[in-house]
């Protein structure tokens, strides 16, 4: 069965400085990946995907992510956060031919003046 | 384009009555998907439809919880006989085909008392 840890449930960091939120995943094959914000009293939006290719993916306001195979991985990189980037971040995965996606536990982001 | 949208925001029933949960998918997707939102559980997926017909329920719990597509422009997730543990932010997603990202609405949170 198909999963995703993401090992950190609160990551602390002060504004300005650079972020990574981990994700790991679990499947037999090769999966969609994505990475989500939920931010307060809001729905999920989507901050960018891996389908194949460049395994180096932008997204929007700056996130970028880094699918590796080898380790199983899809972490979520920010060069310089800022305050209002606090709030939850998901990592998801879609395998085969079904189109559920299935997310992480997330990993909540305070970004501290 | 006003996304996803999902009516009501918030509900409140009371043990034993049913709830019915309203999502109006982006124009023209064809996909629509329903996921449940606890602090325990995370992210859960529930059910999806494609070209209104119901594609894969196997998120749904096996009572009380049915879920309907009847035209392209709306869709309904109904609970019968409440239940605290029912208590969730029931989420709705649209995609515009098959392979598409999902597009997510703000969630209807359900508190049954």
């Known amino acids: 069965a198909q999963s995703v840890t993401q090992p950190d449930a609160r990551v602390t960091v002060s504004e300005g400085a650079s972020l990574q939120l981990r994700c790991k995943y679990s499947?037999?094959?090769?999966?969609?990946l994505f990475w989500y914000v939920q931010y307060p009293r809001q729905g999920l939006q989507l901050l960018l995907k891996?389908?194949?290719?460049?395994?180096v993916v932008q997204g929007v306001n700056g996130f970028e992510a880094e699918f590796s195979k080898s380790n199983s991985s899809f972490h979520l990189r920010k060069a310089s956060v800022h305050w209002s980037d606090s709030a939850v971040y998901f990592c998801?995965?879609?395998?085969?031919?079904?189109?559920?996606?299935?997310f992480g536990l997330g990993t909540t982001l305070q970004v501290q003046p | 384009n006003a996304g996803v949208i999902q009516t009501p925001r918030h509900k409140v029933t009371g043990k034993g009555q049913e709830a019915t949960l309203w999502c109006e998918p982006i124009?023209?997707?064809?996909?629509v998907f329903w996921y449940r939102q606890t602090i325990v559980q995370g992210l859960e997926f529930l059910t999806y439809?494609?070209?209104?017909?119901?594609?894969?329920d196997s998120g749904m719990p096996k009572e009380r919880f049915s879920a309907q597509m009847p035209n392209q422009s709306h869709s309904t997730l109904k609970i019968q006989s409440t239940q605290p543990q029912d208590s969730a932010v029931y989420l709705c997603?649209?995609?515009?085909?098959?392979?598409?990202?999902?597009?997510f609405g703000p969630g209807t949170r359900l508190t049954v008392l």
């Open positions: 499947s037999s094959v090769t999966p969609y």
């Open positions: 997603a649209s995609s515009a085909d098959y392979y598409a990202e999902q597009f």
């Open positions: 439809f494609r070209n209104q017909a119901p594609i894969d």
């Open positions: 124009s023209g997707h064809s996909a």
């Open positions: 998801a995965l879609i395998t085969g031919n079904t189109r559920k996606l299935i």
């Open positions: 891996y389908y194949s290719g460049d395994p």
